[in-house]
């Protein structure tokens, strides 16, 4: 099992969370196909809209990968993403940037929010999700 950090603005997560899935990285594949059945991934929103430039700086879901292959959804004509599908857990609280700032392992980590998708260790990852108040 790995875990993942998946970086979009909040609007674009908030599509994903009610629809079921994760797109990444505009569209691309490679992201994607590195997640496996049963690996977790956290959504961090770095603004609210990809339109404006609201700061959000939020973790804001947090969901399973679903077993089954990336596959290509038409959002609009000429524009076809990749999307791969997560059980995202409901009632989650958001955890702010700041929160994690001062655990020493995100330290090293940060820095890669630029990059859209990336893969943590289970310790960052179980303190992201423990300000989420989850059962995970």
């Known amino acids: 099992m790995n875990y993942w950090i998946g970086v979009a603005s909040k609007d674009h997560v908030t599509l994903g969370v009610a629809g079921g899935f994760c797109q990444l990285c505009h569209g691309k594949s490679a992201p994607l196909n590195k997640m496996q059945a049963g690996d977790w991934l956290i959504y961090y929103a770095p603004k609210q809209s990809l339109k404006t430039k609201e700061p959000c700086q939020e973790f804001i879901a947090l969901g399973q990968i679903l077993p089954g292959e990336t596959y290509a959804f038409e959002m609009a004509p000429g524009f076809i993403p ?21 655990f020493p392992l995100w330290q090293e ?28």
């Open 82 to 102: 990749n999307r791969k599908n997560v059980d995202f857990l409901k009632d989650i609280q958001p955890v702010s940037l700041q929160a994690v700032a001062d």
């Open 109 to 136: 980590y940060r820095s890669r929010l630029r990059f859209g998708h990336f893969q943590i260790p289970e310790e960052l990852f179980d303190f992201i999700i423990s300000g989420m108040k989850t059962g995970v």
